[in-house]
């Protein structure tokens, strides 16, 4: 082979090599769920913007710790609020089920909705005096029986179809919410993880893997969670309730809601 044409060859592979290169970088590089940018970056957010890992945890926790609590009592009232049905405002639209059901129908009977705790109550001893166990960021009405089904399992794919809430799986130390609910309980999860950090009365709640926590201030499966927060991104419905909570009730935001890739800045 002459060297000029030798050196078209070289010349015709470095072509097809950065073609290649430019069709393969996206795929490579492409993030999972990409940065967002919020009204609140330059105010709310301003001390927590470029960082990441524990400084960014360390941040966001000083920023919502500031916060207004309300009583058990009052959390009713203010899931009728949060939770309100965008197609009628009579009712309330239920967590795991996606039921849309009367704001009347607030109660422990059969066919009722009560307030489930997502962060379940045992997984942290904080109960129902104000303080974790009445954060509006991980209450949400749910029917009386699923959120008894739901008990305090802790989080993972799998399992048999839940009664009254179609999509949902339960087996016996975890649960699965309707793909619809599996980022917002993600989301709510890990807020929970940043806003209790044991520098206050109440146990340092942290996410990790297990399904078996029990009673200790843990709850799992940090990686699942990690999954459902990319496979359902903050929708309209969950961006209004986070507006509301921090408009009207606390004062304070779901950072996860408003910047999804924080999850995977921290964990
Ligand atoms: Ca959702
Ligand atoms: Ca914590």
Redesign the pocket.
Known sequence: MSVARTARWKALAAAISAVLVGLTLPTVAATPASATTTAYDSTYYKNAIGKSGTSLKSSLHTIISSQNKISYDAVWNALKVTDQDPGNSNNVILLYSGTSRSKALSGGDLGDWNREHVWAQSHGSFGTSAGPGTDLHHLRPADVQVNSIRGNKDFDNGGSPVGGASGSYTDSNSFEPRDADKGDVARMILYM??R???DDAWA???PNDSVSNGSVPYHGRLSILKQWNEQDPPSAFEERRNDVIYGTYQGNRNPFIDHPEWVEAIW
Request: hydrophobic fraction near 40%; charge should be negative.
């Open positions: 993880a940043v209790y950090e044991g340092d709640l942290e």
